[in-house]
């Protein structure tokens, strides 16, 4: 891995199945007040500035999560839909 390349540390997930699509657990999910470039926290703030989705993992990974890096779209299972709705809504003040 060339370091020099990125501008945010890397993250590393392991792949949970041995054959087929990169697979991974996803233990939470989080959204953040003015988003952000990396899921590391930047300087001066806090993983209290984020706020979890009120879901289980069992949820989050419920049909299973794949990592596909020739894509940059972001698919959510829809028993995830009321939650992140409520998180948005309550970061952004609007639906």
Known sequence: ?????HDTPILYADNVQERGWYTVHVN???LRAGGGE???FPEG???EDALKLDVSDSTINAGGI????G???TYLPRSLSH?????WKEIVGDD
């Open 71 to 73: 894509t940059t779209d």
């Open 28 to 30: 939470a999910v989080y």
């Open 1 to 5: 891995i060339e370091e020099r390349l």
């Open 83 to 87: 939650a992140f709705q409520s998180a």
């Open 38 to 40: 990396s899921a590391v």
């Open 45 to 47: 703030s806090k993983p």
């Open 66 to 69: 794949i990592v596909d890096s």
